[in-house]
């Protein structure tokens, strides 16, 4: 069974303060691995796809990165505006999603 | 503008009736999927489909049914609403590769 847990569950930055959040996982045979932002009230944005470990995406201030257990999602000097829960999931073999609990980031101007 | 649309975006059920919760998307997607949302639960499968005619259970299905009779559509059907299935339905698709588009959602409370 896939199984996907992020850490923290919540974060608070102050503006410009960098950091990472955390996506720990196994599955059976990856299919790639989605990054999704998430805010309040609104539908999951797609924000990345890895699919391999070494592999880095980047995307504004973002980068998210893969290893053969963990993704991470680098935020360089973050903007109240990147304010959201960023989720981690795992597509299956009919490409249903797993998904963690989220990270919810908090950036204070 | 192309999407998943689901509607509607409200809407209170009383105990025991019945409803169907709308999805459509434009891109021509051959895979749809319906998640609940809810409070420390995070974002849980209920039904999935990979293609018309196609369909199959998620983490979640009971008390919901699912049809796929066109590649645009996935609606997702409360046959007796229950106060338990009070919660925010995300409808997503998605190409075989790549990331799901998902809908703005649907909030659902059952009293």
């Known amino acids: 069974e896939d199984q996907v847990t992020q850490s923290p569950e919540a974060l608070r ?29 609104k539908g999951p944005e797609f924000l990345f796809t890895l699919y391999s470990a070494g592999e880095e995406k980047e995307k504004e201030r973002l980068k998210a990165t893969l290893t053969k257990k963990e993704s991470f999602l680098h935020i360089t000097a973050p903007k109240p505006e990147d304010s959201a829960t960023y989720l981690c999931t795992l597509p299956g073999s009919a490409r249903q999603l797993t998904f963690g609990s989220g990270t919810q980031l908090t950036v204070l101007p | 503008n192309a999407g998943v649309t689901q509607t509607p975006k409200f809407q209170v059920l009383k105990t025991g009736q019945s409803m169907t919760l709308q999805c459509a998307q434009d891109m021509n997607h051959e895979y749809m ?3 609940r949302q809810d409070p420390g639960m995070g974002l849980r499968l ?7 005619g196609i369909t199959d259970q998620g983490e979640v299905p009971n008390g919901y049914n699912v049809s796929r009779s066109t590649t645009e559509d996935f609606p997702l ?4 609403a229950a106060p338990s299935q009070t919660s925010v339905y995300f409808c997503a698709s998605s190409y075989r590769v790549g990331g799901y588009t998902f809908g703005s959602g649907t909030r659902l409370t059952v009293v």
């Open chain 2, 33 to 35: 999927s319906w998640y």
């Open chain 2, 77 to 80: 059907r409360l046959l007796s």
């Open chain 1, 13 to 41: 930055l102050q503006e410009g303060e960098s950091s990472s959040l955390n996506c720990s996982y196994t599955v059976s045979g990856l299919r790639g691995l989605f990054w999704y932002r998430q805010d309040p009230g």
């Open chain 2, 46 to 52: 209920i039904h999935y489909s990979v293609g018309a």
